[in-house]
């Protein structure tokens, strides 16, 4: 476990959520976040709580504040070894992963990460980014996939805006290429729109992810999913610190 005490005095720490009523904890606070800001439409909803089919056969940390003992950041994770099992990764209902097959590397699926509004700040990111590290290490990781979500509440604007941000500067489908299964529909730009990248997808270019094809439109979450990699050895050297060992 990691404990970091940011600048408010909030004492934060960081740990695997392992059992039932912990599970339960995670997908509650999915749900708030989820159906709050995306509307989205989710399997459990009737329970206050976003689950579906891959929960109990992912590992799952978060982050947790020690006064209020409330869980307050959290994320899923699949390993290859589980996703060959299961026939998939979560992320191929959504792409058609071409290269996935050559990578020949342990890969590690990140998912259904989110964060409490009032939590989201580098401190929280910081302690999450640090467990997530653990995991890395103790499976000997090399590489780094999930999806990273933009809102589609202004009907895709934003969407195309970052995109049409991120395809020079991030880019890349030499070792993947995420082909989507329901591509955005076209859309023309107003000229003055200005790209805004979610928190969760900003982090992730940081660390040094790359973008691997155009996002896939999730009807039932109401958001654009971009999919990521990212490859442990290229991890960013600003943010290294995040993953201690991990590099």
């Known amino acids: 476990m990691n404990a970091i005490v940011d600048r408010s005095t909030r004492q934060l720490q960081a740990e695997r959520l392992q059992g039932a009523e912990a599970l339960r904890e995670a997908q509650a606070l999915r749900y708030r976040v989820f159906s709050s800001e995306f509307e989205a439409r989710l399997q459990g909803a009737e329970l ?8 109990s056969h992912c590992r799952h940390i978060g982050v947790r504040d020690l006064a209020s003992g409330e869980l307050v950041a959290t994320t899923r994770l699949l ?11 979560y992320s191929e209902g959504e792409f058609a992963l ?19 509004p009032a939590y989201r700040n580098g401190a929280t990111i910081a302690v999450l980014w640090s467990e997530l590290a653990e995991e890395l290490n ?18 895709g604007i934003q969407a195309h805006a970052i995109m049409q941000r991120l395809r020079d500067s991030h880019l890349s489908t030499e070792l993947l290429h995420a082909e989507p299964r329901t591509p955005l529909p076209a859309q023309e730009l107003p000229d003055n729109v200005t790209a805004q990248l979610p928190p969760l997808l900003k982090a992730y270019m940081r660390l040094g992810a790359k973008i691997c094809g155009e996002p896939c439109w999730d009807q039932e979450f109401q958001v654009a999913d971009v999919f990521i990699l990212l490859k442990r050895e290229e991890l960013c050297p600003r943010y290294a610190r995040h993953f201690k060992a991990a590099v």
Not at 48 to 55: C, I, N, T, V
Not at 79 to 87: E, I, N
């Open 79 to 89: 390993d290859h070894l589980t996703a060959r099992q299961l026939g998939r990764f």
């Open 98 to 116: 071409h290269g996935l097959a050559q990578l020949n590397e342990p890969v590690l699926e990140i998912g259904r990460t989110c964060v409490a």
């Open 138 to 155: 103790r499976g000997g990781y090399r590489y780094l996939m999930g999806c990273a979500s933009i809102p589609m509440r202004d009907g």
């Open 48 to 55: 206050g709580l976003d689950m579906d089919d891959f929960d």
